[in-house]
């Protein structure tokens, strides 16, 4: 698909990163890390890596905003519009963990709904990734092994990849290779986990944190996680990642799965969250 004029406009003066243009593409209006010379490069790599197999996202027309290219220190910054094929299926947004401040009053109702709200949001997110194959997984850990051969670096935000369950693993918005860049191999497993399992499960968090959690969802976050655990080991091993590092990597999200979690019924959720904050305000004061 082609930038025309009134693409590029609409692209100049959307309020976010990225819009949606149709099923296939967005529109992007964002910076990328390099030189205006180097983004020719840039997108030719892109297309060399999807032409050979790896599932990404790439730019199909641009244009630069004049004047906005800029260097800091070493590297160069460019910024313009661009439409890219879009990337279907889900993504994790940031970090979901409720934070409650001191001396702040709260309706806890309010509190626990939104709680709530996001912690079955994320359960329901990973029971989707479970649903990946264990080919998709194979797949997407051996696009990740290969994707710096074709000069661009994964930038493993868990916001750069999303899941279908009918397609699979696409990653975007990576990153030019730099003179000097080793990939960082030893990290891939952490980087692959965190690639599905995001920022974790939502925590309430005051001057401590805790997951407080029903039975049905616990058992249900459970469940998700030892499915996609066993396919994301899998398909590390068979991409011939050392054990230790895929141990660690897994580990990191799964350790914490018991970690500050308290089991409670449904309807006492609120009363936790008001125990949580307002007793820790009582020993500040
Ligand atoms: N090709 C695409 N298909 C679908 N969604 C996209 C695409 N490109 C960008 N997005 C959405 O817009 C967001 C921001 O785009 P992008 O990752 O390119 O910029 P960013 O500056 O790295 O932002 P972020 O910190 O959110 O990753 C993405 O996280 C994603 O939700
Ligand atoms: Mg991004």
Do not use: W
């Amino acid at each position: 698909m082609l930038l025309t004029d009134e693409l590029f406009e609409r692209g100049i003066n959307q309020k976010e990163i990225c819009s949606v243009i149709d099923d296939n593409y967005v529109l992007l209006h964002k910076t990328m890390p390099c030189s205006d010379e180097e983004l020719t490069e840039y997108i030719n790599n892109m297309k060399k890596a999807k032409k050979n197999g790896i599932d990404l996202s790439c730019i199909t027309d641009y244009k630069l905003q004049s004047g906005a290219t800029h260097t800091f220190g070493k590297i160069a910054y460019t910024k313009g519009v661009f439409i890219e094929e879009r990337a279907k299926g889900i993504t994790h947004d940031g970090n979901t963990d409720t934070y409650l401040r001191p001396n702040k009053e709260y309706n806890y109702e309010e509190v626990a709904r939104k709680y709530l709200y996001d912690l079955t949001s994320y359960i329901e997110k990973l029971e989707y990734f479970a649903l990946g194959t264990q080919e998709m997984y194979d797949k997407f850990v051996s696009d990740y092994v290969n994707f710096s051969k074709y000069n661009i670096v994964i930038d493993p935000k868990p916001t750069n990849f999303f899941f279908d369950k009918d397609i699979g693993f696409t990653i975007i918005d990576p990153i030019p290779k730099h003179n000097g860049y080793k990939d960082d191999i030893e990290y891939f497993p952490s980087y692959i986990a965190g690639a599905v399992f995001g920022y974790g499960c939502p925590y309430v968090s005051a001057e401590k944190s805790r997951r407080f959690i029903t039975m049905d969802l616990l058992i249900r976050l459970n469940n998700a996680t030892m499915n996609i655990v066993n396919k994301l080991t899998t398909a590390l091993r068979k991409n011939n990642l050392n054990e230790e590092d895929i141990q660690k990597g897994i580990q990191r999200f799964t350790g914490r799965i018991g970690y500050n979690t308290e089991v409670i019924d449904i309807n006492d959720l609120s009363d936790c969250i008001k125990y949580l904050h307002t007793n820790e305000q009582e020993k500040s004061l």
